[in-house]
């Protein structure tokens, strides 16, 4: 009978956990409405840090936040070259070059992404450099320009996007998205946050203005699989290089092609902002461009401009002093520049 009255109440027990554990609970939402867990989303940023003290507040407000807005969980990423010296930016205005000194870049993006929770390294910029030479002297056989200073920036930024895309790979989140840019864009858009969380498999969002002859790799949404392929285009870049001139732009072209990725347009526009915080000459009409005008802002879009071209303030005035010269009989060149280029 005891062992009876014992059975009975151990099953009165067991019965309702054993209910309970087949019932499926969802999780509590959330109380600010997001999904749990959040989609995630890389934010990267690469290169030499020139600008970011008059950039970092847009890219709170244009693509931090919206992608925050949308229930992303974002989480930020940088690689930035340390140099030895403040080094010197050239900046324009007016038409007109001048160097402005730059202080220790390095320092200030650690400094400046902190509140955004930002995972990064700085290296020694000589160390790569080093490094480097050792190939230089090969591509500068493929063509002089390689011996320039811009192929040397191309260089160092390509290499700079694949550390930092190491960073993220390391990580072992599994990203919606990644998002690669540079730190001295000042973006005109918000980031359309739905488009960048459905970005399909094998595929880059490039944006539709200033592509040139190839695409805009400025700043790039990426699938996980295809963010992996074109942090890594430098290990293409010797065999590009021997059949046609490097440029930053066809070569991107020439990695998406060549791994079978897709392309979308991303409607954000982004101007590049120089170390005292002009924007560059060439950028300006951004802010003319619009989707329904990718034809004429894939290539330069200066004539959408109602503002006079960059170098046209300079021309007009060279133009006066050459006019005056020729008055007075000591132009000993002959036709000045203004009118050589057409400018009148």
């Known amino acids: 009978m005891r062992s009876a009255v014992v059975l009975f109440l151990l099953l009165l027990v067991a019965a309702p956990l054993l209910w309970l554990t087949k019932q499926q609970h969802e999780p509590p939402a959330p109380r600010d409405g997001c999904p749990s867990p959040r989609p995630r989303v890389a934010l990267c940023f690469y290169g030499l840090n020139r600008a970011l003290r008059h950039t970092v507040h847009g890219i709170a407000d244009k693509i931090w936040k919206p992608l925050h807005d949308a229930c992303a969980a974002v989480d930020v990423y940088y690689h930035v070259w340390e140099t030895e010296t403040a080094f010197v930016d050239t900046a324009a205005r007016g038409g007109e070059r001048m160097e402005v000194a730059v202080g ?21 910029q000589a160390a790569f450099d080093a490094a480097f030479a050792l190939n230089a002297s090969s591509y500068a056989a493929l063509d002089r320009r390689y011996a320039g200073p811009n192929f040397r920036n191309l260089m160092r930024q390509l290499e700079s996007l694949r550390r930092v895309a190491a960073l993220w790979r390391r990580s072992g989140v599994s990203y919606e998205a990644v998002v690669y840019a540079r730190p001295d864009l000042k973006f005109l858009d918000a980031i359309d946050a739905g488009q960048v969380l459905a970005v399909p498999s094998k595929t880059i969002l490039d944006p539709y203005w200033h592509r040139w002859s190839g695409l805009n790799d400025r700043v790039l949404v990426c699938s996980r699989d295809a963010a992996a392929v074109v942090a890594a285009r430098i290990e293409l870049a010797p065999a590009y290089a021997a059949r046609t001139f490097l440029r930053a732009e066809s070569f991107l072209q020439f990695v998406v092609r060549a791994h079978g990725l897709r392309v979308g347009d991303l409607a954000l526009r982004a101007q590049r902002v120089r170390a005292d915080g002009a924007v560059a000459s060439n950028d300006l009409c951004l802010e003319y461009c619009s989707p329904a005008r990718r034809d004429v802002c894939r290539g330069d879009c200066r004539r959408l401009s109602p503002e006079p071209a960059p170098l046209a303030a300079w021309a007009a005035k060279q133009k006066a002093r050459d006019d005056a010269k020729r008055r007075a009989g000591t132009l000993r060149h002959g036709v000045p520049r203004a009118d050589r280029v057409g400018i009148q």
């Open 104 to 124: 220790d870049g390095a320092a200030e993006m650690v400094k400046l992404l902190r509140p955004f929770g930002a995972r990064g390294m700085t290296e020694k």
